[in-house]
């Protein structure tokens, strides 16, 4: 939301390397990145890198008081104000690198759906390697994962490295459409049963 950017502008000042982005996500990138969410039954999502709840939002209106929803924030005034903003998310003030520890100290069982929000682009090879094996971790075996990148990234190395990586954890990997109106343009990973780590 708009009234979410001088937050989120004074958070990447601060934290570039974790926050990632100097504005949040739109709402046309929120609804492709939150499609896996299911609409019915009682699924578990886990949210990665909420930030100020740009899929926070659209997670919640796709659940619809149904199923749980556990938003991992590492940035504590990012998760303070989620935690204030939306009572009936579990916000936990912890790394996605340590998701399967995280799921067990909340006595949760193996998510549903993960969808992050996490700036992969700004990571190194080890650190995204630990929070996508996190991911496949603690991810049912039928579980589906979405993540997005920034087109204008697409052909940087560490957004290639990513995508390989990705291709090598899951079965199946596709590409959304590139979300034109999101400010920078973006697309989402839809990625579906993690493979054996």
Not at 89 to 105: H, I, N
Not at 144 to 171: D, I, N, S, V, W
Request: proline share 9%; net charge positive; with cysteine.
């Amino acid at each position: 939301m708009i009234s979410d950017a001088p937050a989120f502008l004074g958070q990447f000042a601060r934290h570039p390397f974790t926050t990632g982005a100097v504005l949040p996500s739109g709402p046309a990138l929120a609804r492709d990145i939150t499609a896996a969410v299911p609409r019915t039954g009682q699924p578990l999502v886990v949210e990665l890198g909420p930030g100020t709840g740009a899929f926070t939002r659209a997670i919640q209106q796709r659940l619809a008081g149904r199923g749980q929803h556990l938003a991992v924030e590492l940035n504590p005034r990012f998760a303070a104000a989620l935690a204030r903003h939306h009572p009936a998310v579990r916000v936990v003030r912890a790394d996605a690198a340590a998701l399967d520890r995280v799921l067990a100290e909340q006595h949760l069982p193996a998510a549903d759906v993960v969808v992050s929000g996490l700036p992969w682009a700004a990571f190194g090879a080890a650190r995204q390697l630990a929070v996508l094996d996190a991911v496949r971790a603690t991810l049912r075996p039928g579980g589906a994962f979405t993540t997005f990148a920034y087109r204008h990234a697409l052909a940087t190395g560490p957004a290639r490295r990513f995508r390989r990586l990705l291709t090598g954890a899951f079965e199946e990997v596709t590409v959304g459409r590139t979300v034109w109106s999101n400010l920078p343009p973006a697309l989402v990973y839809h990625c579906r049963r993690p493979m054996p780590r």
